[in-house]
């Protein structure tokens, strides 16, 4: 019988270390940041064993001829031995996601990895603390080394309770902590703590957090609109068309969303900025609105929101889901007070992101009925609104582009409202407005529907064109479309082809079949021949143009039948329809036996 034991992993500690310090994170610079966090989480935790507390954390950078000692130090909570042992040395431990100190929702960071991040910036971590939770607790020291080893010795003298930290930097890493990058990493992750913040190098102290924020964050100024305008210019690019106050009861979330004014792809990726309780988490954070509102950009400060272990984008869950709801509502309801007070701005967001809002309202009835009005087509009579549309009698569409460009300079002439649906989404929007505003009587059309609608010929006149339209049937037999002579608009027109779907569908296979081997022809070949029994394509002879009339005088049949058959071929070409090279053959045959013909006419 076989046995088994149970073995315990082998881990390489160095490289664990490694793999943390050096590889979650996209930058050293989140080192600053880590120890930022570190130092604000643990005045938090002070300031809930001493209510009233005021929080300081300093960066003091020592110059070197070699390189630099960068010296953090906070009056924080700090640490006791046992402490030190269980949460320094411990990767993955942390007091915070403990519940050490207090609860874990008031704290920035939870992992007990982030003071990993250290070891890109020096070998050697030294730090020291007192715990402010005992009295009488000693300093301790605590000496981390990038090999995976550390020491803990107790210290006899007497220390202020909080926390200091020692990094001597890496000569390779020395660029990073210069005063001014200091100054400018601080900034950028912490200028919004509401923390005291003050960094110390070449003899000169300034501070930097304190500044005014566009949300409430712990009794710091609030800024005023022109000031969270010139922000959103600041970290997004200037060129928005408004901004809207968002906000997440379930996310703790408050900021605002900055309306581009330019169009974006449904494809973009919207890049945000985040605070995390007033720690900047990332100005690339995605995810954070629905997947329509690809036309903003998100300000915002959370305090529920929990970040990956990297703390570089959001975990998802039902908070995060929750808070995208009430985010995106919050945006709809900003467009709804615009078509109450500003239909100008609306009809520019709507003219400008229309197709992230032709998803929405194909999502939402509601949204469909209160946005409708502002959505533009192009149409026979010109670019109109859906409220213009509405106005008049029976409006069609075509859900093909090229349908819709062969037909329209008919229902121009002749004073019909033919809609383009055939851009992305416009079918579906135009099929959802019919069954939403069924008062408006709007239809789908197709092509051969299109042209049951032309004119018929006058009694008094059809004989005129019966040994036109015979000679046109014999020229076309080969190609096996049928030909009518109908009246219609634009007189200049001569000739109009249109084809069901079995029609095209043929015409395609066999265009596929003159660049497929031999195997996949006869495939063709077979699908093709099922389907030629359903097609049906018309070729419709416009007896209002002067040159349709004037072939009724034509009495060589030859140049007749050459002449319905070029008219044929450009009447293929203007419905963009694709022709095979043998047709292309025909044509070029056909035009030049005309330019013979001309020629040789006295």
């Known amino acids: 019988m076989a046995h088994s034991s149970q073995q315990r992993f082998q ?300 703390r570089e984008s959001l975990m998802e869950s039902p908070v995060l889901d929750a808070a995208r709801e009430e985010i995106g509502a919050c945006i709809l309801a900003y467009l709804r007070r615009l078509a109450v007070s500003d239909n100008g701005k609306l009809g520019r967001i709507i003219q400008t992101h229309h197709l992230a809002l032709k998803t929405l309202a194909l999502e939402d009835d509601e949204v469909l009925r209160f946005i409708a009005p502002w959505f533009q087509f192009e149409t026979s009579q010109g670019r109109m609104s859906f409220e213009e549309i509405s106005r008049l009698d029976s409006p069609q569409y075509c859900v093909s582009v090229d349908r819709y460009r062969q037909l329209a300079p008919v229902a121009a002439a002749e004073n019909r409202c033919l809609i383009n649906a055939g851009y992305v989404f416009d079918a579906d929007l135009m099929a959802a407005l019919a069954a939403e505003f069924p008062e408006v009587g709007i239809e789908a059309i197709s092509a051969m529907d299109f042209t049951e609608q032309l004119g018929e010929l006058p009694a008094g006149k059809a004989h005129v064109f019966e040994h036109l339209v015979d000679a046109a049937g014999e020229a076309l037999r080969s190609h096996q479309c049928r030909v009518e002579a109908r009246v219609f608009q634009p007189a200049t027109l001569p000739v109009l082809y249109v084809q069901n779907d079995a029609a095209h569908s043929r015409r395609t296979l066999e265009q596929s079949k003159e660049v497929a081997d031999d195997f996949f022809s006869s495939l063709l070949n077979d699908i093709s021949g099922r389907i030629a029994q359903d097609a049906y394509h018309v070729c419709y002879l416009n007896a209002a143009n002067p040159l349709v009339q004037r072939l009724t005088q034509v009495k060589d049949e030859r140049r007749l039948h050459t002449i319905i058959e070029v008219l044929y071929f450009q009447a293929l070409l203007l419905g963009q329809y694709p022709i095979s090279s043998k047709e292309t053959r025909l044509l070029s045959e056909g035009l030049l036996q005309l330019i013979e013909m001309g020629m040789t006419t006295p």
């Not at 605070?275 to 954070?285: E, F």
């Open 11 to 310: 881990v390489d500690l160095a490289g664990i270390i490694s793999v943390l310090s050096e590889h979650l994170y996209s930058t050293p610079t989140v080192a600053f940041r880590e120890l930022l966090q570190n130092s604000a989480d643990a005045i938090t935790a002070r300031a809930g064993l001493e209510p009233g507390h005021a929080g300081a954390v300093t960066f003091e950078l020592i110059e070197d001829r070699t390189s630099p000692t960068l010296v953090v130090e906070d009056n924080g909570v700090g640490l006791t031995e046992d402490e030190v042992h269980l949460f320094l040395a411990t990767i993955g431990g942390s007091s915070k996601r403990a519940g050490t100190h207090g609860a874990r929702e008031k704290f920035i960071g939870q992992f007990g990895i982030g003071l990993l991040s250290c070891f890109v910036l020096s070998d050697e971590i030294v730090l020291i603390t007192r715990s402010a939770a005992r009295e009488d607790a000693p300093a301790v020291e605590w000496r981390g080394s990038g090999d995976g080893t550390y020491s803990v010795r107790v210290l006899e003298h007497p220390h202020a309770a909080g926390t200091r930290l020692y990094l001597k930097i890496k000569e390779s890493q020395a660029k990073l902590c210069t005063a001014h990058m200091l100054r400018e990493w601080l900034s950028y992750y912490g200028e919004h703590l509401p923390v005291a913040i003050e960094l110390r190098a070449g003899g000169k102290t300034e501070s930097i957090s304190g500044k005014a924020t566009p949300w409430s964050n712990g009794g710091l100024p609030l800024m005023n609109q022109a000031a969270v305008w010139e922000t959103g210019e600041r970290y997004f690019g200037p060129g928005f068309i408004d901004m809207v106050p968002v906000a997440s009861a379930a996310g703790g979330l408050e900021g605002f969303a900055f309306i581009s004014a330019q169009p974006r792809s449904l494809h973009a990726k919207p890049q945000h900025r985040l605070y995390l309780k007033g720690m900047l988490l990332s100005d690339q954070t995605a995810g954070i609105t629905p997947e329509w509102a690809v036309f903003v950009n998100i300000l915002a400060n959370t305090t529920r929101l929990q970040p990956t272990a990297s």
